[in-house]
């Protein structure tokens, strides 16, 4: 389940972080048809991920390294790559406060201690780059170019691998004791995170579906792809509700309580309400340089919701 609590700054203004494949942009939302851009700062992201602490951890696009930086002013406290300079991390996921597992290019899942980064686990169940994490209360899933997910306990057991796909699995959420896997192709498959036996397949996108989200309070699943759209669909019964069109591949989806955001390889980032569908608002704010990913980070020292 996705669950964004609503911050403000002092002022009384949520704000979000938005960075784009060339580096940050630090934004302040007045209200829903507002954006004005605050500060920003180059780090050629990929991903960023971040808790409480006043850090957030950021993988390099250029070389797949992995940093910690401060999340006010984007200055580097430390940086490692973690196996070596020929492995790169291809994705994060904060399973506990003193717990990161990170992804790799080599298809090792790295549990690493959040503060120290040091590497306290390899999983290595994969053969091919790991490119989507996601979790339960209970369970960790990876989703990789071999075209499998596997399963784990939090504390880094393996539990089961899924062979529901033919092509990579390109991103990954679970909800409800199921596991939604897009892959390649733009196939969603649709198993049961108990046994791993297919429950269903959701077929619409026509290239790489490239983010999964749930809304629990819709009871809907969005998904977005290079195919240009945005696909909404019924938890119900996983049929497709609707479909939304950008100019470009989308490559980003984030959501609040009352908004779902996209974001396309031009730069352009769309503002949707889940319920009527009507697109709220249009921000033009990396042009030309392209949105790599949007995602929820969390500071709850600062009062604020932060989006990468």
């Known amino acids: 389940r996705f669950v964004v609590p609503q911050f403000s ?39 960023v991920c971040s808790s409480d602490s006043p850090n957030c951890w950021v993988i390099n696009e250029k070389d797949g390294s992995l940093a910690s930086r401060v999340c006010k002013t984007g200055v580097v406290s430390r940086q490692t790559t973690l196996r070596g300079p020929f492995s790169r991390c291809t994705t994060l996921l904060l399973v506990k406060p003193n717990s990161l597992w990170v992804g790799m290019d ?15 686990l390899e999983l290595t169940h994969h053969r091919g780059a790991i490119l989507c994490l996601a979790q339960t209360p209970l369970h960790v899933f990876s989703g990789s170019t071999d075209t499998r997910v596997c399963q784990y306990t939090k504390n880094g057991e393996y539990v089961r691998h899924i ?47 490239t983010n999964l989200l749930a809304l629990d309070k819709h009871n809907q699943l969005w998904s977005t792809s290079r195919d240009t759209t945005v696909r909404v669909w019924s938890l119900d019964d996983q049929t497709m509700t609707r479909t939304l ?18 974001g396309d390889d ?39 919701v932060w989006t990468c």
């Not at 069109?245 to 996209?262: I, N």
């Open 9 to 47: 700054e002092p002022g009384g203004s949520p704000a979000v972080f938005v960075p784009k494949l060339c580096g940050f942009a630090y934004r302040c939302i007045m209200d829903i048809t507002y954006v004005d851009c605050i500060a920003s700062f180059e780090c050629q992201a990929r991903q």
């Open 106 to 120: 080599d298809g090792t899942v790295l549990v690493c201690d959040t503060y120290t980064l040091n590497i306290n």
């Open 163 to 209: 062979l529901a796909h033919s092509y990579a699995v390109s991103s990954l959420i679970v909800f409800d004791d199921l596991v939604y896997s897009a892959d390649d192709e733009g196939s969603i498959m649709c198993t049961s995170s108990q046994n791993g036996s297919r429950v269903g397949e959701l077929h619409g996108h026509t290239q790489r579906v």
């Open 245 to 262: 069109h950008h100019k470009a591949a989308v490559t980003a989806l984030c959501a609040t309580e009352t908004t779902v955001w996209t």
């Open 266 to 304: 031009a730069g352009t980032i769309c503002l949707w309400d889940p319920t009527t569908f009507t697109r709220l608002n249009v921000i033009q704010s990396h042009k030309g340089n392209g949105v790599s990913q949007i995602a929820m980070l969390q500071r709850l020292k600062t009062d604020m």
